[in-house]
């Protein structure tokens, strides 16, 4: 299966890189101002991300308007403690009439814009703005009839994995597979808020990709960037963090969203990481062969006569790499030379006697 960058590359303009995938996830850090969405656009461009994602629902798409019982957070530990569900889900909503414009600022600025839909009316919205691919949320990955309508539109998915089971994991993919997607990547998620590097568990997603037979990734929810390089080395093909332009402006996603610079740095050290992983290889690459003359060698280490006995003070094994290697050191002990010799002399063979 291609994997992302090589998937949407038949039909949009993705940036030449060697690394992940990468997406800034706007989530509702843009405070419910469009001007600040547009900004955020701006500003995951320029730190060299892939794509810009946004999440499309109704706070009554997502929930019931009800604060009693389990429709209020009561988790004191929770960044959205004595929050009713309806009224957080009103605040992080991106309304429908900002996509358009959210889509064309991205597109004039080099970036990918798609969306995370939480209903058949979200998709239809964005299959009306040619939204390139699609995200499923971890805690929508058990929604099948969902996956099954996004799947329909042919166009790549990505799924959280979050909290689901084998089994759950195994029926979305089928469903997606079955349903016409074509091009899949699962992502380990950690669904809570931050995440630690702890329960982040990275050794789970290559097996994700080995057992599903998907393209496979890390949507990180922990703070810095760490896990995410960590993840490219284990052979991450997307990665998908939280972006926002100031954490101290507050907002629903901003304790564990990262501000330009900190995603800047993202971008640049996963391709690090990808082109580091390489290939296996001993003996020096190319580049390394001049350092070969800096490696110790034997060298005669004071003026000699011929017929005089090499020692370990008169043969030297130091720097640089001209003289025999130092494992002929002991061999070469009690030998004698067979005519006068200078110090700083590389050793040969020819400098003894027959």
Request: charged share 25%; hydrophobic share 40%; net charge negative.
């Amino acid at each position: 299966m291609q994997d992302l960058r090589q998937a949407l590359s038949a039909t949009q303009v993705v940036r030449d890189s060697k690394g992940p995938f990468i997406i800034a996830e706007m989530s509702g850090n843009h405070n419910q101002s469009l001007e600040r969405a547009l900004a955020i656009v701006d500003a995951a461009a320029a730190t060299g991300a892939d794509a810009i994602k946004i999440q499309t629902f109704t706070a009554d798409s997502m929930t019931l308007d009800l604060s009693e019982g389990e429709f209020t957070i009561t988790d004191p530990k929770s960044l959205w403690a004595g929050r009713t569900l309806y009224e957080l889900y009103e605040e992080a909503h991106t309304p429908a009439e900002w996509h358009k414009p959210i889509f064309d600022r991205a597109r004039k600025k080099g970036i990918i814009p798609f969306s995370t839909p939480f209903s058949e009316d979200a998709v239809e919205l964005l299959e009306s703005l040619d939204a390139p691919l699609y995200k499923i949320a971890s805690f929508e990955a058990i929604d099948l009839p969902l996956i099954r309508c996004v799947a329909e539109t042919g166009k790549p998915m990505i799924i959280s994995t979050g909290m689901a089971t084998p089994v759950e994991i195994g029926e979305a993919v089928e469903t997606a597979l079955s349903a016409g997607c074509t091009n899949l990547t699962l992502l380990k998620c950690t669904s809570s808020y931050p995440a630690s590097p702890e329960n982040t568990n990275l050794v789970t997603m290559p097996l994700l990709g080995q057992t599903f037979g998907c393209n496979f990734g890390l949507s990180d929810h922990t703070m810095g960037t760490g896990v995410s390089v960590a993840a490219t080395a284990l052979g991450a093909t997307v990665i998908e963090k939280h972006f926002i332009l100031d954490r101290s402006e507050g907002g629903v996603d901003s304790a564990f969203s990262l501000e330009p610079d900190e995603f800047t740095a993202l971008v640049v050290e996963t391709e690090r990481a990808a082109q580091a992983m390489g290939e296996i290889w001993f003996g020096g690459t190319e580049s390394e062969q001049k350092g070969r003359k800096k490696r110790r060698s034997l060298y005669i280490g004071e003026d000699m006569k011929a017929g005089d006995q090499l020692t370990s003070r008169n043969l030297r094994r130091i720097r640089p790499g001209s003289g025999l290697a130092p494992r002929y050191y002991d061999v070469l002990l009690g030998r004698k030379v067979g005519r006068d010799v200078a110090k700083g002399t590389p050793m040969s063979w020819d400098l003894l006697d027959d």
